[in-house]
């Protein structure tokens, strides 16, 4: 749940913010936006995150 509400958020923005885009850009946007909260998660979830990101 954790990940899900801000995923479900974004993509929500995208759409909203996508509207009136040819689909593959769209398709394009959220690829790389998934692409990119991927690897926000596996760096934190490596502790390859440098600590000065982290929340305390």
Do not use: H, Q, S, Y
């Amino acid at each position: 749940m954790e990940l899900l509400i801000p995923l479900l958020a974004g993509m929500a923005l995208i759409w909203l913010i996508g509207r009136g885009v040819p689909w593959d850009a769209k398709l394009m946007t959220v690829v790389v936006t998934l692409a990119v909260i991927v690897a926000i998660v596996l760096l934190e979830r490596n502790d390859l995150w440098p600590e000065a990101f982290r929340r305390r």
